[in-house]
């Protein structure tokens, strides 16, 4: 009997193939969407996992706000659970290329992890190497042997902010972090600025393009390059990396990851205490030694200064007394001699008047002689001394002018020195025990937006099978039910015959199971090669350095989803069998009796059902008589007509990113770069007869976060609120509102917003570095589609900032300008030294378009998974509506209805079903096609909300094309009908 029975079972397949492929199919269709979504989840993980392993990418990383040290190292490397520590540096520098300021994120290689992915040449082995961003080395036009010039940069928020690890305040002997700034120039952080690019790859520290913000320039950094250790010249490291025990052998963002990385966390925070107060008492005593040493230099130089001052007194003194004494003495000589000249007069008049002899005259004539002799000889004498002292004088004047220009010099730069110290002291004074930030991979924006996309991606994998499977236990349902009715006449003899149920079930049961469980192993091989690989290809635009895709069969997921199916089939199949087995054999033996006919609705409605002629109440009345075929064909075109409005509403929900960002929101036509506000920029934008408009603006990328969520943002403050509508509009997305920015709060991006559970009156928190967070409260949320932004009017920013804005944009209006006079405008505008950059919203416009085009792989798997999903339950319902009423088509014909006309009376009853199921699909489809937006959406990005119309009537136009081909296809079966066959009497 098991053999008669088996041969049966063969037999059955055989002769019902199309029943038998129709189930296959369908289980097929739903594994497959089941396992290829669900699948690409865990996929798209194990991708990023292999990735990150293969570059054995850090697990923790630890900052300091006053920097790490070795002896940090040392201890963090014992720890617990640590496998390798290794410190790294890492600074800021800018660059100029293709006519714009580019900013540099600059780190040193290490030996342990961390590792880059070289695309071409090799790594550097000298000081003067590096190694550049691939995607940046593009941009430059570089080529390798190439040198490139780094040079400081303005930091992105003025001034200095104690405590931070990104400030600059300490020194190259202890920042953790040394900014490239402006006034301390590449020498602080390189040995050079000027570096040979001898390789060029990727760095797993990035997934996606986005190069994160930083402290110079406009707060955005452009690209990353890499150095030895040795070509930085800083003390202390800027950050020490870890990698965890046994965390390699876990899949990223898995549970069993993070639990292992938390444990090491945990230890290594434990060693922070006394760490940081040792390192705040070396700083500490280093900063007081030197700030001793500083005073005691500058005590002696001022010693010096005042000594010299003393003895070029003293010397002013000494000359003083030597003139008075040379005055003197020519002052007596002169009395001296006007007494001989007295005596020789006397003597004279004596002589004379007969005095006085002639000898005493000679005698005293002699003595008044040599007495004049002897005032001559010291005359000269006094005037050689005379003439000395004055040489002295002017060389003392020239010295004392000297010492008067150089102590002119030297004061203020004492003064200076001076002040140095005191600021020294002062910010030593202000010094706090340090804090370290023990941070794992979820503290890098673009690591944790690839985990909740992968996430977004499994959600949409736990709703769309529902769909499929649902179709498919229906289906299977109809079909094993038609089946079991067909061969009632063979259940009731078999039970007859004494073959229990179960035997008579076990047919059917295997005939379901075999088809499902064939199209489960297919659809499981064939979801698990296309679907994930088709998602993380979409993805791929954005997550660029994932280039190898992981796909393997998951076992549980393919099994898992084997199971439902079967279980949806089997069932369905048991619900059909349980009832014709429930009957005894002699009522299996005769036929079953038709339906009870009863009055529809539309029949009470008089006036309008005498009009109807009696094919089409005819129509209407089995519309309603076949509850079951109603409802399952409603249900599977419904589904079909949803699937299709999701793939082409996903698709006008991308595509109106472009249209609304570039056209609605910015109404601007380009805007340039600068590095501040200038006359000289403001007179050529008056000037310009192609500028309609323009306005300054500060823009600036940093880290915003709320509820424990943190998002990168873009800061954007114009300079003035008056012409600020005519460049961005802010409004509510549905009531159309329009906001004014005030000067207590901010507006934020609605995507921002909904990301970070924020709504207006909330407060959120502005990271302009990872260890300063400023709040700022929300006072309205905007309309936006790409990127976050949060806008600021001028006096808040300066409220909360404690400075005023270094504006760094110019958005520009401009009219309707050709390539050519685009490309004229922007190279007059880059020639100007401050105009780091131009760029044309048009240009921007066109890039994201291309970029969303990627997209549109998913849109056709939706479109094909829905075509597919009408075909066969059309199909298969059309089938078993044709089989189930053969004797009532071939009646029909008897009665003389030509081929066409009984064809007519079928398809009819199937546009009816179509129209309804394209109404409830269309309600079903808006439902799904909102809930996919919402769940596929990436973070930097907000999907359009409304479908077009167009699209709707797309969706509606392909239903009723599937529709009409099996209707087309199942003409033949009609004309097929055999009268004389399909009338004898199932006896």
């Given at each position: 009997?098991?053999?008669?029975?088996?041969?049966?079972?063969?037999?059955?397949?055989?002769?019902?193939?199309?029943?038998?492929?129709?189930?296959?199919?369908?289980?097929?269709?739903?594994?497959?969407?089941?396992?290829?979504?669900?699948?690409?989840?865990?996929?798209?993980?194990?991708?990023?996992?292999?990735?990150?392993?293969?570059?054995?990418?850090?697990?923790?990383?630890?900052?300091?706000?006053?920097?790490?040290?070795?002896?940090?190292?040392?201890?963090?490397?014992?720890?617990?659970?640590?496998?390798?520590?290794?410190?790294?540096?890492?600074?800021?520098?800018?660059?100029?290329?293709?006519?714009?300021?580019?900013?540099?994120?600059?780190?040193?290689?290490?030996?342990?992890?961390?590792?880059?992915?070289?695309?071409?040449?090799?790594?550097?082995?000298?000081?003067?190497?590096?190694?550049?961003?691939?995607?940046?080395?593009?941009?430059?036009?570089?080529?390798?042997?190439?040198?490139?010039?780094?040079?400081?940069?303005?930091?992105?928020?003025?001034?200095?902010?104690?405590?931070?690890?990104?400030?600059?305040?300490?020194?190259?002997?202890?920042?953790?972090?040394?900014?490239?700034?402006?006034?301390?120039?590449?020498?602080?952080?390189?040995?050079?600025?000027?570096?040979?690019?001898?390789?060029?790859?990727?760095?797993?520290?990035?997934?996606?393009?986005?190069?994160?913000?930083?402290?110079?320039?406009n707060g955005s950094a452009d690209a990353f390059m890499?150095?030895?250790?040795?070509?930085?010249?800083?003390?202390?490291?800027?950050?020490?990396?870890?990698?965890?025990?046994?965390?390699?052998?876990?899949?990223?963002?898995?549970?069993?990851?993070?639990?292992?990385?938390?444990?090491?966390?945990?230890?290594?925070?434990?060693?922070?205490?006394?760490?940081?107060?040792?390192?705040?008492?070396?700083?500490?005593?280093?900063?007081?030694?030197?700030?001793?040493?500083?005073?005691?230099?500058?005590?002696?130089?001022?010693?010096?200064?005042?000594?010299?001052?003393?003895?070029?007194?003293?010397?002013?003194?000494?000359?003083?007394?030597?003139?008075?004494?040379?005055?003197?003495?020519?002052?007596?000589?002169?009395?001296?001699?006007?007494?001989?000249?007295?005596?020789?007069?006397?003597?004279?008049?004596?002589?004379?008047?007969?005095?006085?002899?002639?000898?005493?005259?000679?005698?005293?004539?002699?003595?008044?002689?040599?007495?004049?002799?002897?005032?001559?000889?010291?005359?000269?004498?006094?005037?050689?001394?005379?003439?000395?002292?004055?040489?002295?004088?002017?060389?003392?004047?020239?010295?004392?002018?000297?010492?008067?220009?150089?102590?002119?010099?030297?004061?203020?730069?004492?003064?200076?020195?001076?002040?140095?110290?005191?600021?020294?002291?002062?910010?030593?004074?202000?010094?706090?025990?340090?804090?370290?930030y023990v941070l794992d991979r979820n503290s890098l924006?673009?690591?944790?937006?690839?985990?909740?996309?992968?996430?977004?991606?499994?959600?949409?994998?736990?709703?769309?099978?529902?769909?499929?499977?649902?179709?498919?236990?229906?289906?299977?349902?109809?079909?094993?039910?038609?089946?079991?009715?067909?061969?009632?006449?063979?259940?009731?003899?078999?039970?007859?015959?004494?073959?229990?149920?179960?035997?008579?079930?076990?047919?059917?049961?295997?005939?379901?199971?075999?088809?499902?469980?064939?199209?489960?192993?297919?659809?499981?091989?064939?979801?698990?090669?296309?679907?994930?690989?088709?998602?993380?290809?979409?993805?791929?635009?954005?997550?660029?350095?994932?280039?190898?895709?992981?796909?393997?069969?998951?076992?549980?997921?393919?099994?898992?989803?084997?199971?439902?199916?079967?279980?949806?089939?089997?069932?369905?199949?048991?619900?059909?069998?349980?009832?014709?087995?429930?009957?005894?054999?002699?009522?299996?033996?005769?036929?079953?009796?038709?339906?009870?006919?009863?009055?529809?609705?539309?029949?009470?409605?008089?006036?309008?059902?005498?009009?109807?002629?009696?094919?089409?109440?005819?129509?209407?009345?089995?519309?309603?008589?076949?509850?079951?075929?109603?409802?399952?064909?409603?249900?599977?075109?419904?589904s079909c007509m949803a699937l299709l409005l999701v793939?082409?509403?996903?698709?006008?929900?991308?595509?109106?990113?472009?249209?609304?960002?570039?056209?609605?929101?910015?109404?601007?036509?380009?805007?340039?770069?600068?590095?501040?506000?200038?006359?000289?920029?403001?007179?050529?934008?008056?000037?310009?007869?192609?500028?309609?408009?323009?306005?300054?603006?500060?823009?600036?990328?940093?880290?915003?976060?709320?509820?424990?969520?943190?998002?990168?943002?873009?800061?954007?403050?114009?300079?003035?609120?008056?012409?600020?509508?005519?460049?961005?509009?802010?409004?509510?997305?549905?009531?159309?509102?329009?906001?004014?920015?005030?000067?207590?709060?901010?507006?934020?991006?609605?995507?921002?917003?909904?990301?970070?559970?924020?709504?207006?009156?909330?407060?959120?928190?502005?990271?302009?570095?990872?260890?300063?967070?400023?709040?700022?409260?929300?006072?309205?949320?905007?309309?936006?589609?790409?990127?976050?932004?949060?806008?600021?009017?001028?006096?808040?920013?300066?409220?909360?900032?404690?400075?005023?804005?270094?504006?760094?944009?110019?958005?520009?209006?401009?009219?309707?300008?050709?390539?050519?006079?685009?490309?004229?405008?922007?190279?007059?505008?880059?020639?100007?030294?401050?105009?780091?950059?131009?760029?044309?919203?048009?240009?921007?416009?066109?890039?994201?378009?291309?970029?969303?085009?990627?997209?549109?792989?998913?849109?056709?798997?939706?479109?094909?998974?829905?075509?597919?999903?009408?075909?066969?339950?059309?199909?298969?319902?059309?089938?078993?509506?044709?089989?189930?009423?053969?004797?009532?088509?071939?009646?029909?014909?008897?009665?003389?209805?030509?081929?066409?006309?009984?064809?007519?009376?079928?398809?009819?009853?199937?546009?009816?079903?179509?129209?309804?199921?394209?109404?409830?699909?269309?309600?079903?489809?808006?439902?799904?096609?909102?809930?996919?937006?919402?769940?596929?959406?990436?973070?930097?990005?907000?999907?359009?909300?409304?479908?077009?119309?167009?699209?709707?009537?797309?969706?509606?136009?392909?239903?009723?094309?599937?529709?009409?081909?099996?209707?087309?296809?199942?003409?033949?079966?009609?004309?097929?009908?055999?009268?004389?066959?399909?009338?004898?009497?199932?006896?």
């Amino acid at each position: 009997m098991k053999q008669i029975q088996r041969i049966d079972f063969y037999r059955e397949i055989r002769k019902s193939l199309n029943r038998f492929l129709s189930i296959l199919f369908i289980v097929t269709l739903g594994v497959a969407f089941f396992t290829g979504v669900r699948s690409s989840e865990p996929d798209m993980r194990l991708s990023a996992d292999a990735y990150l392993d293969a570059n054995r990418f850090f697990d923790i990383r630890v900052l300091g706000t006053l920097g790490v040290t070795k002896d940090d190292l040392a201890a963090i490397t014992k720890a617990d659970g640590v496998i390798n520590a290794e410190g790294a540096y890492q600074t800021e520098a800018m660059t100029k290329v293709n006519n714009y300021e580019a900013v540099l994120t600059i780190y040193s290689l290490t030996e342990t992890m961390n590792d880059v992915t070289l695309e071409e040449g090799r790594l550097p082995q000298d000081s003067s190497e590096c190694f550049l961003d691939s995607a940046f080395y593009r941009e430059g036009d570089y080529q390798l042997g190439d040198t490139i010039t780094l040079s400081s940069g303005k930091t992105k928020t003025e001034g200095i902010r104690s405590g931070s690890a990104d400030s600059g305040a300490f020194d190259s002997e202890s920042s953790d972090y040394v900014n490239a700034d402006a006034k301390n120039g590449m020498s602080d952080t390189l040995i050079t600025d000027t570096y040979t690019i001898v390789g060029y790859g990727s760095y797993a520290g990035y997934l996606t393009w986005d190069r994160g913000t930083a402290s110079i320039g406009n707060g955005s950094a452009d690209a990353f390059m890499f150095l030895l250790p040795e070509s930085f010249v800083q003390e202390a490291y800027s950050v020490i990396y870890v990698t965890v025990e046994g965390a390699q052998e876990e899949i990223c963002y898995s549970d069993a990851y993070s639990d292992k990385v938390n444990e090491v966390m945990d230890r290594i925070e434990e060693l922070s205490g006394s760490l940081c107060t040792l390192r705040y008492q070396e700083l500490y005593e280093e900063g007081m030694a030197s700030i001793s040493d500083a005073e005691e230099e500058l005590k002696k130089q001022q010693e010096e200064l005042d000594s010299a001052k003393e003895k070029l007194k003293e010397a002013a003194e000494d000359l003083q007394k030597s003139q008075d004494q040379i005055d003197a003495s020519f002052s007596s000589v002169n009395e001296q001699e006007q007494e001989l000249q007295d005596q020789e007069n006397t003597v004279e008049a004596s002589y004379q008047a007969g005095l006085i002899d002639e000898v005493t005259y000679q005698t005293g004539m002699q003595q008044i002689a040599a007495g004049k002799e002897q005032i001559a000889s010291v005359k000269e004498d006094l005037t050689a001394a005379q003439e000395e002292l004055t040489q002295g004088l002017k060389e003392y004047q020239a010295n004392a002018d000297e010492f008067e220009k150089q102590s002119q010099e030297a004061q203020p730069k004492l003064d200076a020195a001076q002040e140095d110290i005191n600021e020294a002291k002062s910010e030593i004074s202000s010094l706090e025990i340090p804090s370290w930030y023990v941070l794992d991979r979820n503290s890098l924006q673009t690591y944790v937006e690839y985990g909740q996309d992968a996430e977004r991606i499994g959600a949409i994998g736990k709703v769309f099978p529902i769909i499929f499977f649902l179709v498919a236990a229906l289906v299977s349902l109809t079909t094993m039910t038609r089946m079991v009715e067909e061969q009632r006449v063979q259940i009731g003899t078999m039970k007859a015959l004494g073959y229990k149920k179960g035997s008579i079930a076990a047919k059917y049961i295997l005939y379901a199971f075999s088809a499902s469980m064939a199209g489960g192993i297919l659809g499981a091989l064939l979801g698990k090669s296309v679907l994930p690989y088709v998602i993380i290809k979409a993805y791929a635009i954005l997550y660029i350095n994932i280039k190898e895709i992981e796909t393997p069969l998951n076992w549980s997921i393919s099994i898992a989803a084997i199971l439902i199916a079967e279980f949806c089939v089997v069932a369905a199949t048991f619900a059909a069998c349980y009832g014709e087995l429930a009957s005894s054999p002699a009522k299996l033996m005769r036929p079953p009796a038709p339906p009870s006919g009863k009055r529809v609705l539309l029949e009470r409605i008089t006036p309008l059902w005498k009009r109807l002629n009696f094919t089409r109440k005819a129509t209407i009345r089995n519309l309603f008589r076949y509850k079951k075929r109603f409802f399952m064909t409603v249900f599977g075109i419904g589904s079909c007509m949803a699937l299709l409005l999701v793939g082409f509403g996903l698709r006008d929900s991308i595509k109106e990113i472009v249209n609304k960002q570039y056209r609605t929101i910015w109404t601007y036509d380009m805007y340039l770069s600068v590095e501040e506000k200038s006359m000289e920029l403001t007179d050529m934008l008056d000037s310009n007869n192609d500028i309609d408009e323009y306005m300054y603006a500060r823009i600036t990328s940093m880290d915003a976060s709320a509820n424990d969520v943190t998002k990168s943002i873009n800061l954007f403050v114009p300079e003035t609120l008056q012409s600020f509508d005519d460049f961005v509009i802010l409004k509510d997305r549905t009531s159309e509102d329009t906001y004014t920015m005030s000067e207590d709060g901010v507006i934020i991006t609605e995507k921002l917003a909904k990301m970070l559970s924020l709504k207006a009156g909330d407060t959120i928190t502005i990271k302009p570095s990872e260890t300063e967070e400023i709040e700022v409260k929300v006072s309205a949320i905007t309309e936006n589609y790409l990127f976050h932004y949060i806008y600021m009017s001028t006096a808040y920013y300066e409220e909360v900032f404690h400075e005023e804005p270094v504006y760094n944009r110019i958005n520009v209006k401009t009219g309707s300008l050709s390539s050519a006079e685009k490309e004229t405008l922007g190279e007059m505008f880059l020639a100007d030294a401050q105009v780091q950059s131009v760029i044309f919203v048009a240009d921007m416009e066109k890039q994201i378009s291309n970029m969303m085009d990627s997209l549109d792989m998913v849109v056709w798997v939706l479109i094909i998974s829905a075509g597919l999903l009408a075909f066969i339950v059309l199909y298969n319902l059309n089938n078993i509506n044709i089989l189930e009423r053969k004797r009532e088509l071939a009646t029909l014909k008897v009665l003389g209805f030509y081929d066409g006309e009984v064809a007519e009376y079928i398809f009819r009853e199937n546009t009816f079903l179509t129209i309804f199921g394209i109404i409830a699909g269309i309600g079903l489809g808006v439902i799904l096609h909102q809930f996919v937006i919402r769940t596929s959406e990436i973070d930097m990005i907000m999907f359009g909300r409304q479908i077009k119309t167009a699209s709707y009537l797309f969706s509606v136009v392909i239903t009723l094309f599937f529709s009409t081909f099996v209707n087309w296809v199942m003409y033949f079966r009609l004309k097929k009908i055999d009268m004389i066959e399909s009338l004898k009497s199932v006896e």
